[in-house]
C-alpha cells in the first residue's frame, strides 16, 4: 500500500509541477524513504528532515522552544510550525522552492503516552497552495511498528491529496 500510495505522489507531483518536502519525527524519516523509492522522485523530493529530538525542530525547522514547551512535541502547534518551518526554510529558488510539504509528530510507544496524549497520537501539518491544513489521528491498538506504519500511509495519502491541489 505504502509503495503504491508513494508511487501515486510522485506521479501526481511530476505531473502538476509541484515539488514536496517532509519534515518527520515519530516517522524518522521514512516518509521520505517510501517517496525516494520511486524510480523518479528525483524531479520532485527536495527534502526530508527528520527532527526527532525536540532540539532538532528548533534547530532545523524552527520551531520555538517556547512553543513546544507549553504545547508539547506532540501538537497541533508543533506540527504546524515544523511544516511551516520546512518549507520556510527551502531557499527561495524556483528550481528548489517546495510547492507542498507535510510534518509529522507523534507518540510511537510503546511509552511516552498519557491519558491527554495517548501512545499512537499523530499530528499531521500538510502545506500547500491552500495554506495549511492540520490533521489528528490515533491509531490504537498496535504497536510501534503499527503507528509508524499508519502514519507513513497517512502521511502520503495527505501529500497526495495537496499535491492534487496545486
Not at 46 to 68: C, H, M
Not at 145 to 161: D, G, K
Request: include cysteine; aromatic fraction near 4%.
Amino acid at each position: 500500500m505504502t509503495n503504491s500510495l508513494a508511487q501515486k505522489v510522485v506521479r501526481e507531483a511530476r505531473t502538476r509541477r509541484a515539488t514536496v518536502a517532509t519534515a518527520e519525527s515519530c516517522t524518522g524519516g521514512l516518509v521520505a524513504a517510501a517517496i525516494t523509492d520511486v524510480a523518479g522522485a528525483s524531479a520532485v523530493l527536495r527534502q526530508g528532515i527528520v527532527s526527532y529530538a525536540n532540539e532538532a525542530k528548533t534547530d532545523l525547522l524552527g520551531v520555538p522552544a517556547a512553543l513546544i514547551a507549553r504545547h508539547g512535541a506532540v501538537s497541533a502547534e508543533v506540527a504546524e510550525a515544523m511544516v511551516a518551518g520546512l518549507c520556510a526554510r527551502t531557499p527561495p529558488l524556483p528550481r528548489s522552492a517546495v510547492t507542498v510539504g507535510v510534518s509529522v509528530t507523534g507518540i510511537a510507544g510503546p511509552g511516552g503516552g498519557s491519558p491527554g496524549k495517548p501512545v499512537g497520537l499523530v499530528w499531521f501539518g500538510m502545506s500547500g497552495p491552500q495554506g495549511i491544513r492540520l490533521e489528528r489521528r490515533v491509531f490504537a491498538g498496535g504497536d510501534r511498528r503499527f503507528v509508524r506504519e499508519r502514519s507513513v500511509e497517512t502521511a502520503l495519502r495527505f501529500l497526495l491529496q495537496t499535491v492534487r491541489t496545486v
